[in-house]
Every structure is written in C-alpha cells, then in structure tokens.
C-alpha cells in the first residue's frame, strides 16, 4: 500500500524576517534620511552652539573661551531681561486662560446649529491665518489715540473719552494681550468645536431627563471629557508665548521705554544690535529651558505614559 507523505509549508527563519523587513524599511530610511540630518544639524547642532556660546564671553564674533556662568548672573541682574520675564507671565497667563475660555464660547455658540455656522467659523478663524505683524499694525492703528479708537469716540462728541494703553507704561503691555487674544481665540475655538462634535448626543439627552441645567453639563460633564483638547490648545499657546516678538515689534517696538519687552526681543536686540552674543545666547538658553518644561509633560503624558500602559 502506497504511502502519500504531505510536507508542512516551510516557516521561514527569523533571519529572513529580518532581511525582508530590512528590506522593507530600507527605502523609506534612504528618503527620511535627508530631513533627520537637517534635524541634527540645523535643529539640535544650533541649540548646542547656542548653549556653548552662552558659557563664552562672545560680545561681536563667537568666541570659544569658557566665562563660566558670569552671562547668567550678568542677565539675572539686567533690569530690562527682568521686565521682559515679568512681561512673558503676564502676557502668558492672561493670553493662554483668556484664548481658552473666548475660544470655548466661541465653540460652545457655533455648536448651536446657529445660522450661518461656516459663516461664523470663518470670521472666528481668520484672524489666526494673519500674521502676527497684520495682527500688529492693525492693533497698532486701533489702539492709537491719535488715530483710532480714542478718536472715533472724541469725534462722535464724547470729549472726555480716554483710551490711551498703547502709550501708557502701565497699560501697554494689556494692549499686547488684548491684540494675541483676537489673534489666537479663533485656534482655540477649533480645537474645542472638533472635541465638542465628538462627544455622544446621549449625553445631552440623559442630561435634559435628568432635568440637569445646561450650564452644569458644560462644567460636570462636557469639560471633563474635552481634557485633551485643552491641554493640546494650552500647549501650542504656550509655546506662541514664549517666542512671542513679532507682535511686540510691530506694536509697541517694546515701548513704551521696556514696558513692553520681551524675553525674544531681548535676544534679538543683543545678538544683532547690542554685539553682546554671550548675553543674547544665554538668554535664548533660558527661553529654552522654558519651552522643554512646557513641552516635557505633554509629552510624557501623550506618548510616554501611553506605552507604558500598553506594555
């Protein structure tokens, strides 16, 4: 009697796995290749420099001397670096809780089914499609007594009206936030709609069977649940903060005097106009520290803590 022998389907090794996903990932390694040494070259190489430049007593051409913390102490000590760093929290905490809470009524509005909803969203956002130089000038020309807002009321009779906060030293810097709220509340009012939208109408419904007020739904309910959202809305804000320069310059140029300087024309100011590259550099260096410390716990909480789960 014959015999009919069957061979198992041959199992490749986990040497072949390897060349075949070797050979897999080869290309897309080959194309990726020019953009990860722009990143270590541009990117991480000129962060390096910037931070070995600071320890050096670099005034107009980098020199490679080691100055210890001396810049750090000299820029402690600068009463103008002072002002800016006092400027950048006030700026930050009114900029970044006011854009929040404008941007989730805006998104709490449109989410009405009001009329003319398209319509709405894109006066809402257009604003952040300019730069912040339109932003700037445009500010620049409202807020100005001579021209703008203190004008327009004087010149329908109101005489006595006063609204002078761009050349005020004391007021100046609120002009700031108020042009970087009608700037950023439109970004935020995406990000809070795009959340909105995904949350399950059968909340809603439970919510008016239970008789609950709508208001308690927003706070107990719907602002739990958009937690990501606010968080990834309080970051890229965050990091619009510090490097915050353009608007400041097209504004105020830091004035009136310092009372509107910041940590970024600070810089700027003392790498291309002071030649005082050591002072300039160190505090880029701090400026950095400070968005690693913005960036680090978003990170952490977004990637790291995710895939530890998972593990």
């Given at each position: ?9 041959s ?10 996903s070797?050979?897999?990932r ?22 390096l420099w ?15 001397d080691w100055?210890?913390?001396t810049?750090y102490t000299?820029?402690?000590a600068?009463?103008?670096?002072v002002?800016?760093?006092?400027n950048i929290?006030?700026?930050?905490a009114?900029?970044?809780s ?13 989410e009405?089914n009001v009329?003319?909803e398209?319509l ?13 130089v339109?932003?700037g000038v445009?500010?620049q ?5 001579g ?14 009206f006063?609204?002078d906060?761009l ?7 609120y ?9 950023g509340?439109g970004?935020?009012?995406?990000i ?10 059968d ?12 208001w ?5 309910v719907v ?11 309080t970051?890229l ?6 490097k915050l320069?353009?608007?400041?310059v097209?504004?105020?140029l ?18 291309f106009?002071r030649?005082?590259i ?9 400026m ?15 990637y790291?803590?995710?895939q530890g789960?998972?593990?």
């Open positions: 009697m014959d015999t009919i022998s069957i061979r198992a389907p199992v490749p090794s986990s040497g072949a796995k390897v060349r075949r070797v050979r897999t080869l290309p897309a390694a080959f194309a990726l290749l020019p953009t990860a040494l722009v990143v270590l070259v541009v990117y991480i190489g000129c962060m910037t931070v070995r430049l600071s320890f050096t007593s670099s005034t107009l051409l980098p020199k490679l100055f210890g913390f810049q000299r820029l402690f600068n009463d103008r670096f002002t800016s760093a006092e929290v006030i700026f930050g009114l900029f970044i006011g854009c929040l809470i404008i941007g989730f009524l805006l998104a709490v509005f449109i009405q009329r003319g398209g709405f969203r894109t006066v809402f956002l257009y604003p952040y499609a300019m730069s912040f339109v932003t445009a500010w020309w409202f807020l100005n007594p021209l703008g807002l203190q004008k327009l009321v004087r010149d329908m009779g109101f005489e006595s006063t609204f906060w050349v005020n030293q004391r007021m100046a810097i002009t700031i936030v108020i042009a970087g709220l009608w700037h509340s970004l935020t009012m995406a809070m709609l795009a959340g909105l939208r995904g949350i399950d109408k909340l809603w419904k439970a919510a008016k069977i239970d008789g609950i007020p709508t308690r739904v927003y706070t107990s602002l739990p649940l958009l937690r990501p959202m606010v968080v990834t809305a970051v804000l965050a990091t619009g903060v510090v320069y353009d608007l400041v097209a504004m105020t830091g004035g009136p005097g310092i009372a509107t300087e910041v940590p970024a024309k600070f810089v700027m100011d003392h790498l106009e030649n005082n050591g002072l300039g550099t160190a505090a880029a260096t701090i950095l520290i400070t968005v690693v410390s913005v960036l680090a716990p978003w990170v952490y909480t977004r790291v803590r995710p789960r998972h593990a």
